[in-house]
């Protein structure tokens, strides 16, 4: 379904990619020395184990290892960035048993798609303040953590990041999303701005290492004239299916597919992204004698940008069947998924999402 164009897209990236393997400088920073090794970015915070997007999920994910945490930000009402997977909240928080918000559940079209739901930018910080987060996959993931976490603003993260890395003595990466961008600057609620507002208002982002990724292009070239090369902030252009097109595109009338963005379309992304994000699956690994290989990771290399493969879980559910553990599914199957891991960074990936951080230390371990 969503990957069927990828054999002809592995075709195409196998025929223009170079045989080496590029050699990238490590993430982060730009300019370290540190070995080789993909860089551990906790996906929700350690969502497998803590309710996605809580203080709680980020402070764990670090405890286990993580060298980075990502936030998804969205809007509130008043202007404040606020950490959700999407803007639709019945799937991540008891809005949908609050009876004072009963009105409030409508529906809207988010980037060309009829959503019926409660959504952020229709609460105040306060109101979204009162909500409790609750386990996204209830059917595979426990729900014995549901009603104990707020919703946290992007600064009560960046505060929490800034703590614990002056406590454990090492920098913590922050790799915020901006979700929905065209969305929400149609609504006057615009997160490039704020965003780069409260980057710069924390002594901690001033200098650590942040990644700011979008599944849209025109707002990542915005960011790419606020942000010259050789800082600390980079940017991390997300690959969707190879079949649709980031909704910018679609927006202004000349949708570019992603599968078009990873052929042709490499070299444009290196004149404003640092890094392509796609989806592990749509690398297309292949045996090879040092490990596995991936000729879109070595397309991108040779073009200068770092791959940033999304999302490893520790499920069986979720991982490839070459790599799956014998077991009942769904099952937590940290073998499979260190095997599924291991895999791919051997293929060169310069950094991993993952559901659980300390799954993904066994296959990656830390250099410090």
């Known amino acids: 379904m969503l990957f069927l164009p990828l054999l002809a897209l592995a ?3 196998a025929a223009c990619a170079p045989a080496p393997r590029a050699t990238l400088s490590p993430m982060p920073p730009p300019d370290a020395t540190a070995p080789s090794r993909p860089w551990v ?3 929700r915070g350690a969502s497998a184990l803590r309710p996605e997007h809580t203080l709680a999920a980020y402070a764990l994910a670090i405890e286990h290892g993580a060298d980075a945490i990502e936030p998804d930000l969205v809007m509130t009402r008043d202007g404040v960035l606020v950490a959700r997977h999407e803007n639709a909240l019945s ?4 809005v949908a048993s609050r009876p004072e918000f009963a009105a409030r559940r409508t529906r809207k079209q988010v980037d060309g798609v009829w959503v019926e739901d409660w959504f952020t930018e229709d609460f105040t910080l306060a109101e979204l303040k009162t909500l409790r987060a609750i386990e996204r996959l209830p059917a595979l993931r426990s729900t014995a953590w549901d009603g104990r976490f707020e919703v946290p ?3 009560e993260i960046v505060a929490l990041v800034a703590a614990e ?3 454990r003595g090492r920098d913590i990466g922050l790799v915020p999303e901006i979700k929905h961008p065209t969305y929400f600057a149609g609504l006057g609620l615009a997160m490039e ?3 780069l507002d409260a980057l710069a208002a924390h002594e901690y982002t001033r200098r650590a290492p942040v990644i700011i990724q979008s599944f849209e292009t025109a707002n990542l070239r915005w960011l790419r004239a606020k942000l010259p090369r050789g800082g600390n902030v980079r940017l991390l252009q997300l690959i969707g299916a190879p079949d649709t097109a980031p909704f910018d595109t679609v927006h202004a009338g000349a949708p570019r597919t992603y599968g078009q963005l990873v052929t042709e379309g490499l070299p444009g992304i290196a004149g404003y992204a640092d890094a392509i994000g796609p989806h592990y699956r749509m690398l297309q690994i292949k045996p090879h004698a040092d490990g596995y290989r991936s000729a879109l990771v070595d397309a991108a290399h040779a073009q200068g940008l770092q791959v940033i493969a999304y999302t490893f879980r520790p ?3 979720f991982i490839e069947p070459a790599f799956r553990s014998e077991g009942e599914v769904p099952a937590r199957d940290e073998d499979g998924s260190t095997r599924e891991l291991r895999a791919y960074a051997s293929a060169g990936v310069d950094a991993v999402f993952v559901d659980d951080p300390a799954a993904a230390r066994i296959a990656v371990p830390a250099t410090q």
């Open 11 to 13: 075709a195409t990236l």
């Open 41 to 43: 970015i906790a996906h």
């Open 91 to 94: 799937d991540s928080t008891d």
């Open 153 to 155: 603003t992007f600064d």
């Open 165 to 167: 890395s002056s406590r």
């Open 193 to 195: 701005q704020p965003l």
């Open 315 to 317: 499920e069986n559910i």
